[in-house]
């Protein structure tokens, strides 16, 4: 399956108001977060990695059923078109993206009309279903972490080709990454499948998938990245296919899985500080939404949204990827839904949710 979403916590942010300011101007309506950079701060590209929360379209051509490249996937994307994005409209990456001042939409490396100008300006290799855990994209037959790093080298060898390796270097040490990874791991391979459970218990199971980002993140910047989003896990018991799963007749927030998530997320956040104080000229974050996402399904009526515990598409309780399709009928209205199918938000709920990560943590990475 697929990751849910992000896991956005670091230190909050005691900054003045002139440094607020400096950085950053956030419309209080939930609208889009509007972002002004230091004069001398330019941000060439984003660059992301993970699972479905900012798989772009690389699992289109993979033969695997976690894929999301038919309606009513995308069905508010650009001109109604499903792209493989995991979600009705754009993925955090796409917002990221844009509220930068990138560009609009964040492509899949994958993707056969990627040119040179998109290729400088950022991709993504993320593959819906992966994990930090090697045996999680091995069950669904996607891109594993190892794979989205080779082509990512295969990235660099094409953008040192365009611009030479001066540039090329200068785009890797600027630009904005995105490692999105471990809900797959913990939801599916350890708690839904259950494979890992007969070897680990939870503690040194989030222990292997800590060191494993840990590694990642050391090969992403041995190869030149330097500013990196890392991104814990979220309330994964929250998720309508989790309720719908373990949640009991009253579909209820599983709390065995919200520990989990927990305990991972306790673990990561000081391995990426401790990356962050000892990679030289890095700027790592270890970004946690934990909490954001579990305030929206605790008081949705304060953000505007109406309904938490199920999915937009079909019945809300389990569709997801080809479960979610077009002889599903779909909610009436998908902005009163936090989400769009059994797993991930909808636009409406990532644009909440990325406001609140890029209002409070811009500042970590310039």
Known sequence: MMQPLISIKILYSSSSLTICLFFFFLLADYGRAKIMLPENVTVPAVIAFGDSIVDQGANNNLYTVIKANFP??????????PTGRFTNNKTPADMI?????????????LDPSVDDKELLTGVSFASGGSGYDPQTPLLVAVLSLADQLEQFKEYIAKIKGIVGEDRAQYILANSLFLVVAGSDDLANTYFTIGIRKLQYDIASYADLMVSSASNFIRDIYALGARRIGVFGAPPLGCLPSQRTLGGGVLSMCVEEQNQAAQLYNSKLQPHIEYLNSTLAQSRIVFVDIYDPLLAIIENPLQYGIQVVDKGCCGTGNIEVAILCNHLLPTCDDDSKYLFWDSYHPTDKGYTILINQVIGRYVNYFF
């Open 97 to 109: 993206a844009k509220e930068l001042g990138v560009k609009e939409v964040l492509p899949a490396y």
């Open 72 to 81: 009513p996937y995308g069905k508010e994307f650009i001109a109604g078109k």
